[in-house]
């Protein structure tokens, strides 16, 4: 901000040198020209020498010719007198240049418009541009040390005030996102003490029998049996504690939240296209989308956006580089939007685990990835009431997205 002042302050200054400059040459030119009414007294008094007579309606200085009588010095203007042959004439003149005046005051008019809008733009720019996105200069930086407590204003500006207002929604969804973690992290915690608490009991109990056995406490073979159960079902309860620890441990760790609406199958082929014709193209890969016919779907436009953009990065980093496309089929009131990619070297048997949390195939050793990409669009998928799965067939892969069709 204090640069674009300087610059704010540089244009005025140069803007008030260019108006005084303007207006000293042209008074100079104005005053310093001489006097032009005697070009015009003189050019008069030729005429006059030669004809007799002389017209003074296309004069600009001269407004009228007197010849010598009992009213000639009765005048209130300025004039001269010549003599010409033999008598005597008075020129009333004005000495105002109108044409000088006019022309300063154009100039100025010119340059105060000029000044205005400079200044208007400049200022616009100040208060519609700068000082919004001044505003935003430190919120990546405080969100990058976790302070996320503090919102940002809404704004109706037309170039920042979807941006602001997505800058705070990202702020808000990395709150939420961090109180469900410390949550998830609080409860996963109470369970691990609660079942180690609960294991230690019936560990101990075995412990005891085992240590009663070693040392031949039980004589009777009855009495035996009876403690060889008593270790079996407190075994059984350990693997029952066991159990429970391995399916929190599964537990959905996601929150994935859905708004299902109403959107056209056109605008979300649109944004898939928009974005990856472009980067495929400076890849080499050939990409294509096949026709389609417009219809509404059932859905979270945005969540179906990712659900797409999802697939396609896998089909970018998993295949040959090839070829890439989107084919379109309906089914049962739904569409299928397919994704196929040539060149996959995906193992049959690895194709049930996809869609699993954190899986990755015996292809992606040497490839960056979370491992929860397709995860993560079963997931939305099925809470927009769709589905998606995948197939492969002569080394191509095809995943396809099932969209309810309204």
Known sequence: MKAFNRIFAAVILILAVLWVSANIILSADGSGGGRPYRVEINRLALQIEEYGYADVSECQYVINIERYGENF??????????????????????????????????????????AVLIISVLAYVKFAVIAPFEKLTDVPYELSKGNLTVPLKETKNRFFGRFIWGVDMLRENIEQQKSRELDLLREKKLLLLSLSHDIKTPLSVIKLYSKAFSKGLYKSAERQLQIVESIYA?????????????????????????TVREFYLSELVTKIKDYYAEKLSLTGTEFSVSKHADCILSGDFDRSIEVLQNVMENAVKYGDGKTVSIDFSEEDGCVLVTVRNSGCTLADTDLPHVFESFWRGTNAEKIDGSGLGLYISRKLMRKMNGEIFAEIKDGVMYVTSVFAKI
């Open 234 to 258: 407190k075994a059984d309860e350990i693997e029952g504690y066991v159990s429970q620890i391995a399916a929190a441990s599964r537990e959905d760790f996601l929150s994935l939240d859905v």
């Open 73 to 114: 010095y009765s005048t209130e203007s300025d004039y001269a007198v010549r003599e010409i042959n033999g008598v005597l004439y008075r020129f009333d003149y004005t000495a105002e240049d109108g044409g000088g005046t006019r022309l300063l005051l154009t100039v100025n008019v010119i340059l105060g418009v000029m």
